[in-house]
């Protein structure tokens, strides 16, 4: 199983400030990576997949990249509404999906 | 807009069976492969199952191999998952998730249902 190792666990930040969260694998997963946003009580929201390709909707100040076993989540400039908790999740050994822990990204 | 309405959830005793449903709208639900994920209550997220977009081709987590069945009807566009021998750690929210992509699973969720909590305990 390929583990996802997410960090910082929690980070707190102020809006306008800028975001790096990171997710590393335990082996290559190539591109195949997913960013997804989970608010309390919502479900998840995909943000970014194969690693870099922004989902529908989701505005240009959030942005991903890396590939092999390392990478990051950035969010340019943050909005009241990006404090959240952040999974990544590869599916490069598909069926054998796994996500990351999670980053809750709190106000400061 | 899309939409998927999971339901059936409950509390239920280990060893015992469950059978969730997930209703799915604004979308030609015929054309995508459809997935379960679970939460437990205050974890992170697991993937179940998930099962093709024609209902020919189906695939488990280890954790829940030989005891949940995951089947689909797509005259009313609605998924199953048949849970059975249920254990404690079966506990959680499970939602239905959309695939990214038309007409193959591609194991992104492009759109989740809120879930359906499920509770085994004695």
């Known amino acids: ?108 | 807009q899309v939409q998927l309405v999971e339901s059936g959830g409950g509390v239920v005793q280990p060893g015992r069976s469950l059978r969730l449903s997930c209703a799915a709208s604004g979308f030609t639900f015929s054309n995508y492969a459809i997935h379960w994920v679970r939460q437990a209550p205050g974890k992170g997220l697991e993937w179940v199952a998930v099962i093709s977009n024609d209902g020919s081709d189906k695939k488990y987590a280890d954790s829940v191999k030989g005891r949940f069945t995951i089947s689909r009807d797509n005259s009313k566009n609605t998924l199953y998952l048949q849970m059975t021998s249920l254990r404690p750690d079966d506990t959680a929210v499970y939602s239905c998730a959309k695939d990214l992509t038309l007409g193959a699973a591609d194991y992104y969720f492009d759109y989740w249902g809120q879930g359906t909590l499920v509770t085994v305990s004695s």
């Open chain 1, 1 to 108: 199983e390929i583990v996802l190792t997410q960090s910082p666990a929690t980070l707190s930040l102020s809006p306008g400030e800028r975001a790096t969260l990171s997710c590393r694998a335990s082996q290559s997963v190539r591109s195949y990576l997913a960013w997804y946003q989970q608010k309390p009580g919502q479900a998840p929201r995909l943000l970014i997949y194969a690693a870099s390709i922004r989902a529908t909707g989701i505005p240009a100040r959030v942005s991903g990249s890396g590939s092999g076993t390392d990478f990051t989540l950035t969010i340019s400039s943050l909005e009241p509404e990006d404090f959240a908790v952040y999974y990544c999740q590869q599916r490069s050994d598909w069926p054998r999906i796994t996500f990351g822990q999670g980053t809750r990204l709190e106000i400061k």
